[in-house]
């Protein structure tokens, strides 16, 4: 999951329980490895819906998966306003809804698919 900013990005690794080892987390100038970081909690069963969430407040985003407690993760330099969002799948995968929220919690983009 990836979201552009105008001036940097926030890739989010989504992967299976177990293979935390092996994802890669970026947050603008941040990058954390799972060989270095536990990245267990961004690990769900992806063959069932899961909720993700991403809360961003100075400087700090908040990461959670379903359940699974938040990885929260420290950055020093601002990504700018967002211009894009992408996901990419690797086998099968499905996206419900989207919704884009300003730091007022104002919905100022949402797509239901």
Known sequence: M???GESG???IPLGIKGCAGVMHLSAANIHHSGENYDLGNLGA???NWQTISLDVKDKVVNIQ???NPPYALEF???IGKVV???FLFSGRGALDEVRLKDGNG???YESLF
Do not use: Q, S
């Open 2 to 4: 990836t979201i552009r």
């Open 9 to 11: 990005v926030f890739e």
């Open 45 to 47: 069963d992806y063959g």
């Open 65 to 67: 998966i379903g359940t």
């Open 76 to 78: 020093t330099r601002d």
């Open 84 to 86: 894009g969002m992408w």
């Open 106 to 108: 104002r919905v100022i």
